[in-house]
């Protein structure tokens, strides 16, 4: 059974950092683009960033550029997202993507 778990987030003051973790379960991450996408309320889910299958491309938003990086545990089957120099505007709930598999999401709030 397709699984996909992701923990990290929280309550964070702009400038702060967090990673989020994404544990697979059911497939090998490494065969798999796999992505990170965040959604506010009352917006659409909009894709962050994501890893191709070889690990060796890598996509981000524009917005997120030089502030975020999305690495690939292929022992741990788990894929993560390191945010830093966080800001106001990143807050949304965030979420670990394959094909049309999704996690519960994790809550980030970047808030003074």
């Known amino acids: 059974q397709v699984q996909l778990v992701e923990s990290g987030g929280g309550l964070v003051q702009p400038g702060g950092s967090l990673r989020l973790s994404c544990a697979a379960y059911?497939?090998?991450?490494?065969?798999?683009?796999m992505s990170w996408y965040r959604q506010v309320p009352g917006k659409a889910r909009g894709v962050v960033a994501f890893?191709?299958?070889?690990?060796?491309?890598?996509e981000y938003l524009e917005d997120v550029k030089g502030r975020f990086t999305i690495t690939r545990d292929d022992a741990k089957n788990s894929i993560y997202l390191q945010m830093n120099d966080l800001k106001p505007e990143d807050t949304a709930v965030y979420y670990c993507?394959?094909?049309?598999?999704w996690g519960q999401g994790t809550q980030v709030t970047v808030s003074s």
């Open positions: 890893i191709g299958p070889g690990g060796n491309i890598t």
């Open positions: 059911g497939f090998a991450v490494s065969r798999y683009t």
């Open positions: 993507n394959r094909l049309n598999n």
